[in-house]
């Protein structure tokens, strides 16, 4: 059974009216997004830990052994990578990966980042001790810069899962923002990293998982 042709004729306008960009379109602007991003981040590093009365940039971690300092950054660069390329959707795609991968994503970066984390705690001694409340604070700081770009990056509309994917994106965002609070916080013990670095994760994947929904969800015409 064909289905009329008034139907047909008022999808096609529905579609004109409501064109797909072309993520080659999306590039260019895509870059400078993340380049401001980066300046965007170590701007809060450099400006807000003064306002809770701690030294600013890479001199607060002053205290950590460089070699471990190093093997921190590397480790949270490569899940911030990893879980940036799972994440996006694919150009052949129109659609963003399955949602076992997005809630692996969303649950396993904090995790993964943390458990990286409170690993080199064996290797040093940390510098002095801290709650976690500055961490956490420099996190929600920070992570919304990479949100932004990451949701530009891969902005389409999502039926499926909105929100599944909004929550992969934000804690993606989130480690992102752990590189940049690593560079400046010294410290790994377990207490400290669970509030400090893991929570404000879980809350960002939350966070992101309502915005996707507003964000990627199919718009009622």
Do not use: N
Not at 145 to 164: D, K, N
Request: with cysteine.
């Amino acid at each position: 059974m064909m289905p009329p042709e008034s139907l047909k004729m008022r999808v096609l306008e529905a579609v004109r009216q409501r064109p797909v960009p072309r993520r080659t379109d999306t590039l260019p602007f895509t870059i400078g997004l993340a380049a401001f991003a980066a300046v965007a981040m170590s701007g809060v590093l450099l400006w807000v830990p003064p306002l809770f009365g701690e030294v600013a940039g890479l001199a607060h971690a002053a205290g950590r052994p460089a070699s471990s300092g190093a093997w921190i950054l590397a480790g949270t660069v490569a899940v911030a990578l990893a879980s940036t390329w799972l994440v996006l959707p694919s150009r052949r795609s129109m659609l963003s990966p399955p949602r076992g991968l997005l809630l692996a994503v969303a649950i396993g970066v904090p995790l993964l980042v943390g458990a990286w984390l409170v690993l080199w705690h064996g290797t040093y001694a940390d510098p002095f001790t801290r709650i976690g409340w500055r961490c956490f604070a420099l996190t929600a700081l920070t992570a919304p810069w990479p949100f932004a770009t990451l949701a530009y990056a891969s902005r389409r509309v999502e039926p499926r899962h909105p929100g599944t994917a909004g929550a992969a994106l934000g804690s993606v965002a989130g480690a992102w923002a752990a590189v940049m609070v690593e560079l400046w916080c010294p410290l790994a013990t377990g207490s400290h990293v669970l509030l400090g670095h893991v929570l404000p994760l879980l809350v960002l994947a939350l966070t992101g998982s309502a915005f996707g929904v507003r964000l990627f969800r199919l718009p009622r015409v």
